[in-house]
């Protein structure tokens, strides 16, 4: 083909997340910041999460293509153990995209990269027996990452000592470190896959992440000594932020239907500023004391709160919980999270800690009450609190459980005291920071630009 008819053809990437909505929703995002940039994108996902989503009603305009993962019909819920179903992805899932990849050379459709989550970097193998290039796609916190990397390098050992000093971080207590850095045994599978991620990174071409420059420079100014490494982030709809994208105004993926129309008529009729918003994320479990805990510390605040508690989770809530006729406190199975903080009836916002959730607060400018529950949460939680002034801590005990007199503390101090005037102008502050690095020439902007370029460049090279 001549280098004149190559240039009227865009490149064409696909994007691979690990199937679970924490992980889909910034790659969705990074697609469509592609597509608005004249990239073909083609999103890769299981069976299970695509008939998720498709009985979800959600609007995604992406193009899914479905690969197995060996759990067609109930995905990840269903194998019974984390072990079983990573290495049945791993295995079933790369001859699968290769199926996938072989289709599309058939049709006459090129393919010029594959982004894939770090999760599942036996991907860069496919792409490679094919000769496509690679980017690997970390959905953490690079605070998170780095510390992932220095374990993987063997200069942090673990479990981790009483204070930990990684480049790019204040010293961090040994319990504000990652769950799987304090106590690697009880999910060897886990560990194994957030440690390994870096492993084949000198293979691959580019390395994403979805976190922005002034949130996290020091660490990135780091990590850039050690990768090409892009910050393309925060990839929240472009509606929330810069709005250059006027169709961007949700994720459009839930693999749970949202009760959004209840929750919005139940917040219209609230107050500005007087909801305690509350959700621990798409997959994470509380122990039953804890729902317990939440629950009535709930009710003990006696402000208004919306609390997310999925359908797996409901049998934990105390009996006779749910009592709409106070109309204090509404319970939902799942809902649209950005169109919840950004509603301004929301005052605060109880979170696990999430790096999806941390990043919508932080961009969306809503202070944090931080539960962390395990993995990443737990230094994302360290970060909201101390690096970015966005919110508090609440204090467990020695179980590890968050007591109600200490969660209606926390929500006094960010509700009504002095730390929720510092933590709510911190969040406007970065509400602000996180407009500029989207915004066109912004310096996240400017990162996918090389990208794209690189794309350009190669296809005018093959
Ligand atoms: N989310 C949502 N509705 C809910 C709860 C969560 O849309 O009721 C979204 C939230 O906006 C975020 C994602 O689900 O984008 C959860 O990702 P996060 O990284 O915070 O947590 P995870 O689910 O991976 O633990």
Known sequence: MAAEDKTKKPPHVLL??????????PLIQFAKRLISKGVKTTLITTI?????????????????????????????????????????FREVGSKSLADVIRKFHSEGTTIDAIVYDSFINWTLDVAMEFGIDGGAFLTQACAVNNIYYQVYKGILSIPADSTV???????LEYWETPSFVQNPGPYPAWSHIVFNQFSNFDQTRWVFSNTFYKLEEEVIEWMKT??????????????????????????????????HNECMEWLNDKPKGSVVYVAFGSYGELVPEQMEEVAWGLK?????????????????????????ETKKGLVVAWCRQLKVLSHEAVG???????FNSSLEAVSLGVPVI????????????????????????????????VKRVNLVSGIKAIMDGEQGVVARRNAKKWRDLTKEAVAEG?????????FVSDLNRSRLRS
């Open 442 to 450: 912004g310096s996240s902007d400017k990162d996918i630009d090389v």
């Open 300 to 324: 003990d605040s006696d402000l208004n709160f919306l609390w997310v508690v999925r359908a797996s989770e409901e049998e934990k809530l105390p009996k006779g919980f749910v009592d709409r």
């Open 226 to 259: 050690l990768w090409p490494l892009r910050v393309i982030g925060p990839t929240i709809p472009s509606m929330y932020l810069d709005r250059r994208l006027q169709y961007d105004n949700d994720y459009g993926v839930n693999l749970i239907k949202p009760n």
């Open 348 to 354: 605060c916002f109880v979170t696990h800690c999430g």
């Open 370 to 401: 931080a539960m962390p529950q395990w993995t990443d949460q737990i230094t994302n939680a360290k970060c909201l609190e101390d690096i970015w002034g966005v919110g508090i801590r609440v204090k467990r005990d020695e179980k590890g459980i």
């Open 165 to 171: 000093s990684v480049p790019g971080l204040p010293e």
């Open 16 to 25: 691979f997340p690990f199937p679970s909505q924490g992980h889909i929703n």
């Open 48 to 88: 299970f999460v695509s008939n998720s989503i498709l009985s979800n009603h959600s609007h995604n305009t992406i193009p899914i293509v479905s690969i197995s993962d060996g759990f067609d019909v109930g995905g990840f819920a269903t194998a019974g153990s984390s072990e079983i179903y990573l290495e049945s």
